[in-house]
């Protein structure tokens, strides 16, 4: 199973999605089963690492993000990924935009998996520490949820 977290920078929110959802699976067991990645559906910030407030809001929970670099969203993930997440709608937009016809992935806002359907985890780039901690409790509620439906479908399988 393979689950691709989307933002517009890749350098806020999806990392801080990568890095928490990352940890969670190894605590629920089932990180050799699932394979966890993130990207941006901008060029904006290709190579960089994560943005320090980013850093630092995963790092006080005990989640290192300092690893991980930005990339764009590129055709490929379509024929990779089982789940596209989108944190927002524009991210949505322009993923559905580059989708193409013959994709298999699931695409939508990961919200949904927090129960919290249509309900957007809303850009913290020109915000303060508030923002971040927001988001980073946003990102845990979504990834619960989509543990347990990865569980489920694992179990069935
Ligand atoms: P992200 O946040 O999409 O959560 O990574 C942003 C990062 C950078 C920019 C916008 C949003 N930017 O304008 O560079």
């Excluded at 959802?21 to 190579?47: M, N, P, Y």
């Excluded at 290192?64 to 990339?71: A, V």
């Amino acid at each position: 199973m393979r689950v691709l977290f989307v933002c517009l920078g890749n350098i806020c929110r999806s990392p801080t999605a990568e890095g928490v959802f990352r940890s969670r699976l190894d605590k629920a067991g089932l990180a050799q089963q699932v394979e966890v990645d993130s990207c941006g559906t901008s060029d904006w910030h290709i190579g960089d690492p994560p943005d320090s407030r980013a850093i630092a809001a995963a790092k006080s929970r005990g989640v290192d993000l300092s690893q991980l670099r930005g990339r764009q969203l590129e055709e490929e993930d379509f024929r990779r990924f089982d789940y596209i997440l989108a944190m927002d709608h524009m991210n949505l937009e322009n993923i559905e935009a580059l989708r193409p016809r013959d994709s298999q992935s699931q695409v939508g806002l990961f919200m949904a998996f927090a129960g919290r359907s249509g309900e957007a985890i809303p850009d913290p780039y020109t915000g303060d520490e508030k923002h971040f901690e927001k988001v980073f409790e946003m990102i845990e509620a979504a990834s619960d949820g989509l543990i347990e439906e990865l569980r489920r479908r694992l179990d069935t399988a």
